[in-house]
């Protein structure tokens, strides 16, 4: 019977050490994917997106919380504070101080980068011998469900981000190639409205 019990309490604190392990692994994953992203002068990449329609090819460029993401319908600028949604269709501008959720919404990258109070990470099963860590907000009312990340542990750098909102739509990110860039213009971040002269602005701040 002491036996026994020396026996489940073994393997109860190497299950917990397993877990801790666990944790821990994701957190320095992501803190080494973090810093891979702030300490370039900007991050460059090419995407394919799908989740939203059909597949479509776009790109962005990155530097600390700043962005650009351009893809075939949609270009969206933020500088840290002031985000400006460019929609090609009609034409519109819509302008916003938007939350964390609206960010990501935005632009899936920006959870590489964002503070680690936002959610908890866990890692998970890894594919094709990607280290996958799945992200999962801590408001309980945020509009993302949960975001799994992929990083190619030979570079350091994502290969997929998928984001799965609240209402079990997503969205998935497949990065088709990602480096360090050069130190860019603050200007890159900002929508410049002599580009688009015909646009109608939408101020929702």
């Not at 130190?183 to 688009?196: C, E, G, H, I, V």
């Amino acid at each position: 019977m002491v036996k026994s019990i020396k026996s489940l309490l073994i393997v109860s604190l190497l299950l917990c050490s397993f877990a801790v392990r666990g944790a821990e692994s994701a957190s320095s994953i992501l803190d080494k994917v973090r810093a891979r992203f702030t300490s370039a002068p900007s991050v460059e990449a090419l995407f394919t997106i799908s989740g939203a329609g059909s597949p479509m090819q776009g790109s962005a460029i990155m530097a600390g919380p700043s962005f650009t993401f351009t893809t075939p319908q949609l270009i969206v600028w933020f500088d840290g504070k002031t985000q400006w949604a460019y929609m090609k269709s009609s034409k519109e501008v819509n302008i916003s101080e938007p939350e964390t959720d609206e960010i990501m919404a935005a632009n899936p990258f920006a959870i590489l980068t964002s503070n680690s109070s936002y959610y908890t990470s866990l890692r998970i099963a890894d594919k094709n011998g990607l280290q996958r860590v799945r992200l999962t907000p801590r408001d309980k009312n945020s509009e993302i469900d949960n975001i799994v990340v992929s990083i190619n542990p030979s570079t350091g750098w994502p290969k997929t981000v998928t984001v799965t909102f609240a209402d079990k739509r997503t969205v998935d990110l497949n990065i088709d190639k990602i480096s360090a860039g050069n130190t860019r213009n603050a200007s890159t971040f900002r929508y410049d409205k002599a580009l688009y002269p015909a646009s109608d602005i939408i101020d929702l701040r």
